[in-house]
């Protein structure tokens, strides 16, 4: 019988990533830098003198309107985090600092791609720790009107995700898919963000999506994509939801091991599930994958490391 040695991981090497914040239309730039076994993800701002850390969960989410918002963006917090924590989440890295220069993550073409490419790039570093997971137990669910959304038990994570627009562009879209690294990839990385022109236009007026343009979402108007190239799949307003999905779960601080569905979801609703999760202790229990330390010896053993990315420890 052949087992894997579920080891915790971080990047390889120091990564710097360069763009705008999307509401701000200022330069934004993050450095993402390798951390230790069980420092989970944090983040920090480099432009504070007194910058205090930022984990990377659910009870430091302050906002979910237009974005996931954590702490205060004012003071030592940010925005727009749900696209990194995505591609963190989905590739396997947990454990890393982020350093950025601003109160808003750079939106680089609005999807998780640019992320994907760069942790590829530098590969993972496997550490002498095992993974946590946080295993559902029983079924949590949040009904708020028409929407609804639910976690249940499942040996892996699986994301089930259904939208309902009133356009006939985008309509009813599903999506039901298990969570691997090639997975996220392949068919959920390059789905932007989107968003109709009426509403960009108002929140212009209020200050917010100053950086939003064709270069970094799908623009709708009058029941048409005005983007010159149109849509990266006929699906992908539902692919983007389901890498939200992906980066706003990824704030239960471990991997999971659950069953999400939702329908007509969206970031508010997404930590309204991990809050519901955790209200309850007996809907969920923490596992840890074993530890071999000495890896060829277990190899001789019969067990084979897990190859979830380059690996380079």
């Known amino acids: 019988m052949t087992h894997h040695i579920d080891r915790q991981t971080t990047v390889a090497d120091q990564i710097t990533l360069t763009g705008i914040g999307v509401h701000s239309g200022k330069p934004a730039s993050i450095t993402l830098t390798p951390a230790d076994a069980n ?7 480099s432009d504070k003198d ?6 990377a969960r659910w009870d430091r989410v302050s906002a979910t309107a237009l974005c996931t918002v954590l702490g205060d963006p004012a003071g030592h917090g940010l925005s727009t985090v749900e696209h990194l924590m995505a591609a963190l989440y989905a590739m396997r890295v947990d454990n890393l600092l982020v350093e950025i220069d601003g109160p808003e993550m750079p939106i680089m073409d609005g999807s998780a791609a640019d992320f994907v490419e760069a942790i590829e790039q530098v590969g993972l570093k496997r550490l002498d ?8 137990k029983k079924p ?4 708020t009107g028409s929407a609804w959304c639910e976690l249940h038990p499942h040996n892996g994570l699986r994301f089930d995700i259904t939208i309902d627009f009133d356009t006939p562009l985008i309509g009813r879209q599903e999506l039901d ?3 691997t690294p090639e997975l996220f990839k392949t068919e959920l990385s390059r789905a932007r963000t989107f968003g109709y022109v009426k509403d960009v236009e108002k929140l212009w007026k209020m200050g917010f999506a100053l950086g939003s343009s064709l270069e970094n979402s799908v623009a709708i108007a009058d029941d048409k994509v005005l983007n010159p190239e149109g849509t ?7 692919r983007h939801k389901t890498l939200d999905a992906v980066g706003d779960l990824s704030l239960a601080g471990l991997q999971i ?9 969206g970031h508010k609703m997404n930590h309204a599930i991990l809050v519901k999760l955790f209200e309850d202790e007996s809907a969920y229990e923490i596992v840890e994958a074993p530890v071999f330390r000495d890896v060829g010896q277990a190899e001789k053993a019969g067990l084979v490391a897990a ?3 380059p690996d380079v420890s």
């Open 39 to 45: 420092n989970g993800i944090v983040f920090i701002r």
């Open 50 to 55: 007194d910058a205090k850390e930022v984990a």
């Open 129 to 136: 720790r095992g993974r946590r997971y946080i295993k559902v």
């Open 140 to 143: 949590v669910r949040v009904d």
């Open 177 to 179: 898919v298990e969570l």
């Open 232 to 238: 990266r799949w006929a699906d992908e307003f539902v």
């Open 257 to 265: 091991l659950g069953h999400y569905r939702s329908y007509k979801g």
């Open 307 to 309: 190859a979830l990315a």
